[in-house]
């Protein structure tokens, strides 16, 4: 599977659009780029997936490059309750291990 | 719908100890993971189960770490006997995905166990 790069941290005001930026520049033509995130004392939480074409669900939407090597998801009005740990996952199959990074810890502020 | 049921939720030993810790996958789920996830990391996979049998378990360390999952629903992961290292957090996950077809899965996950070996 791919390695991915993402920003320990970020911050974002309630209200406004979050985008978290991941890097994946050795990406595999078959491989998707999932998002989970782990809020404070819980297991991870499936987020989104993407093989090319950007993706939006109710939660988020996600915007992948033109040539895969980077990504955003966007939480288009973040709330305190999106503080949590996200993580870019990069995976060739859809079954099996997911490898966690260290992902980015979102700190969304009044 | 019901979600991943573990318990306990929080469980302290000395080391040399052993311990174990169950999972209830979602209803009709498959495939089980257990995950251990050391403080400030993100979870790592120890153990898959297809039903009741073991599809990877390369990363368990199989001299102290045991799992089963007798009739494919219930799971227990065992550690026998624990060492300071193994103080981390066990995630059991589960999903629809049978096995045998290429689909998108979603991975489910529990609240965790939080084990502290002192």
């Known amino acids: 599977d791919a390695k991915t790069t993402q920003p320990p941290s970020m911050d974002c005001a309630e209200g406004r659009a979050a985008n978290l930026p991941c890097n994946h520049s050795?990406?595999?033509?078959?491989?998707?780029v999932y998002w989970y995130r782990q809020i404070h004392s819980q297991g991870p939480q499936y987020i989104i997936h993407?093989?090319?074409n950007n993706e939006t669900n109710e939660m988020a939407s996600l915007i992948i490059t033109e040539d895969r090597k980077s990504s955003t998801l966007i939480l288009p009005h973040a709330t305190l309750r999106d503080t949590a740990v996200y993580y870019c996952?990069?995976?060739?199959?859809?079954?099996?291990?997911?490898?966690f990074g260290q992902g980015t810890i979102l700190t969304v502020h009044p | 719908e019901a979600g991943v049921a573990q318990s306990p939720r929080y469980k302290i030993i000395e080391k040399r100890q052993s311990v174990a810790f169950w999972c209830n996958p979602i209803?009709?789920?498959?495939?089980l993971y257990w995950y251990q996830q050391i403080l400030g990391q993100g979870p790592k996979l120890l153990i898959q189960f297809q039903n009741n049998g073991v599809v990877d378990d390369s990363q368990l360390p199989k001299d102290r770490f045991s799992a089963e999952r007798l009739k494919g629903v219930d799971s227990t992961l065992k550690i026998q006997p624990a060492k300071l290292e193994d103080s981390a957090v066990y995630l059991c996950?589960?999903?629809?995905?049978?096995?045998?077809?290429?689909?998108?899965?979603?991975?489910?996950f529990g609240p965790g166990t939080r084990l502290l070996v002192l």
């Open positions: 050795t990406i595999s033509g078959n491989e998707y």
């Open positions: 996952i990069v995976t060739v199959t859809s079954y099996g291990k997911l490898t």
């Open positions: 993407g093989l090319k």
């Open positions: 996950a589960s999903s629809d995905n049978p096995g045998w077809v290429s689909i998108m899965e979603t991975q489910y």
């Open positions: 209803s009709g789920h498959a495939t």
